[in-house]
């Protein structure tokens, strides 16, 4: 039994490790606990009856809690060779900022539309009950609020992590595919280098401004959304918006959407990198990137409210 | 100085041709329960054109992964210039493949650059001295030295099949690499493309003074390209010799390749 677990554990972390000097190092350590234990009989030939008792949906559990066990450490090999690699000399300062473009710049249109829509939405949605409290004139602080809070930063970070995410997870697992990723790296370029880092820098730092954006398209399209049942001038409608708005509205929720880009980035280039050799895995792996950072993003969001909640109380 | 090159200029032998610049002694590689790889010996000289020779699923393209760190093998060493790459780090392995050029059998162009960014790609990275004009220069150069010079500001996708080796060639050599490591180089092209493709792989042979290991179940690129054929047979090598001694073998297994 003791055996058994030692191996186990010597399994796992093989498994587990991809460095090979790590691996080795601790492969050896345990191979010299293991083997005087295997050189008395009676523990190894009890080792032996208790894994032939084991049933095969044991087997199966353990493996499956085993490939669990790797993904969850893979993530957070990549996350730290990623990390490494964003402080290289040799950062590639020309990709990254051609994906700012392609995140930021070429995304720009789809949140302008949208971030108008939840405006114009959230205000006529909200008013007939502000109405009934005739209390209309707390409208645009209201709105604004909410879009700047909550509304703002989570739609457009799912919006992202639909378009940009899945985006990642196609390019890369397509290259993947057809072995570019492997041209790049027998071409002595670093592909976390040169693929994820940059993409993940970018989508780290596009989608903050991309969510200021979608604010001011939102809080625009609120004032046309005030017109169309009132008369409101813009003045009087950002006098009324900015009046009940406080830097603490604004700068958690700002802070909050670097980590959903970060989220976005990662979730999309892990997915895209580790893709598997057939064309069908393109489609998984951009598919697993929306999914997974969607839901990624709500989990932070939920963790960012209680955190913000409790500094300001 | 990198390592590599204070290692063949502090072994003269390997100029003269005498010492193998690629040796692999007894390497193992197994996917799980399947056993791919089983005790491969081989050596690859300065100069010559070696031909893996081999049935579809015999290791061919697994055995040449290895030799440029895409696979790990499971035991066996493998050693470049006299220097064993299973000890090598990340950075030093970064450092030995400047010295190798490797042509995918996908060709792996990169999709979303031109045939001109394409070949730039590596040369920025390896190259690092050469100013732009010099890289223009070498890019037209080496498009010169394929037979596709009017293809510079193409996207792969506007490519033939036959064009798109060309390019992933051009690419390769680009950088001046010292040992050409070719993985199925006429798979899915035409008989006249792949005659043009072998013909072309003995001319960067002639030109860039390359070593090669060329992996076919193409017999005919075999008979064109080769120096030396090694034929791997259930992940071992059955037979190694010269051209006539694989055309006059009476050995089934070799003469079906023929057929």
Not at chain 2, 111 to 116: I, L, P, Q
Not at chain 2, 123 to 134: A, D, F, G, H
Not at chain 2, 166 to 177: E, F
């Amino acid at each position: 039994m003791i055996i058994h677990s030692l191996e186990c554990i010597l399994n796992i972390f093989c498994l587990v490790i991809n460095d090979p000097i790590v691996r080795t190092y601790i492969i050896d350590g345990m191979k010299k606990i293991i083997t005087p234990l295997k050189i008395i009989p009676k523990i190894r030939d009890a080792t032996v009856q208790s894994i032939s008792k084991l049933s095969d949906k044991t087997l199966v559990k353990t493996e499956a809690a085993g490939n669990f066990l790797t993904d969850f450490a893979d993530v957070f090999i990549f996350i730290a060779r990623a990390t490494k690699e964003a402080f290289s000399r040799d950062f590639e300062f020309r990709e990254f900022f051609r994906q700012c473009y392609q995140i930021g710049n070429k995304t720009l249109p789809l949140i302008s539309v949208t971030g108008a829509i939840m405006g114009l939405v959230l205000t006529i949605q909200t008013r007939p009950v502000l109405d009934d409290f005739g209390a209309v004139s707390l409208l645009p602080g209201m709105v604004t609020i909410s879009l700047l809070r909550e509304i703002g930063p989570v739609i457009t970070a799912l919006i992202c992590a639909g378009k940009i995410g899945s985006g990642m997870g196609a390019e890369l697992g397509s290259m993947r595919v057809t072995e570019q990723i492997d041209a790049m790296e027998v071409s002595s370029t670093n592909p976390i280098r040169f693929l994820v880092v940059t993409r993940i820098l970018a989508a780290t730092l596009m989608l903050p401004l991309l969510v200021l954006y979608a604010d001011a398209f939102g809080i625009m399209g609120s004032w046309v959304a005030a017109n169309i049942k009132g008369d409101v001038t813009l003045t009087l409608f950002f006098s009324q918006a900015f009046g009940v708005v406080d830097f603490i509205d604004f700068l958690p929720s700002f802070i909050k959407t670097f980590f959903f880009g970060a989220v976005i980035g990662i979730v999309g280039t892990y997915k895209g990198y580790h893709a598997g050799r057939g064309t069908e895995s393109v489609g998984i792996a951009s598919n697993a990137s929306v999914v997974l950072a969607s839901l990624l993003v709500l989990i932070i969001d939920m963790i960012a409210v209680q955190v913000t909640d409790m500094i300001i109380a | 100085m990198t390592p590599i090159e204070k290692n063949i200029q502090h072994n003269p032998t390997d100029l003269n041709g005498l010492n193998p610049i690629i040796e692999i002694a007894n390497l193992r590689k197994s996917f799980g329960s399947l056993e791919v790889l089983k005790d491969i010996t081989m050596s690859l000289y300065k100069g010559e054109n070696l031909v893996v020779l081999g049935k579809s699923g015999s290791g061919k393209s697994v055995l040449i992964k290895c030799i440029i760190g895409l696979l790990d093998p499971d035991q066996g060493t493998i050693s470049v210039f006299g220097t064993k790459v299973n000890d090598m780090n990340r950075k030093q392995f970064s450092e030995l493949r400047k010295k190798i050029g490797f042509l995918f059998q996908s060709g792996a162009l990169y999709d979303s650059m031109t045939v001109k960014q394409n070949l730039e790609f590596p040369l920025i990275r390896v190259k690092k001295q050469l100013t732009k004009s010099e890289r223009e220069d070498k890019i037209k150069e080496v498009l010169e030295s394929i037979g596709l010079p009017e293809v510079l500001d193409k996207m792969p996708s506007e490519l033939s099949g036959g064009m798109r080796k060309r390019v992933s060639l051009a690419r390769t050599i680009v950088v001046d690499p010292l040992i050409m490591l070719y993985d199925e180089p006429t798979t899915g092209l035409d008989p006249v493309t792949s005659f043009e493709i072998s013909d072309l792989i003995n001319h960067v042979q002639t030109k860039y003074k390359t070593s090669s290991i060329i992996i076919t179940h193409d017999i005919n690129c075999a008979l064109k390209t080769a120096n030396r054929i090694i034929m791997l047979e259930d992940g071992i090598v059955y037979k190694e010799g010269s051209v006539m001694d694989f055309k006059n073998s009476d050995d089934p297994v070799i003469t079906s390749f023929f057929i």
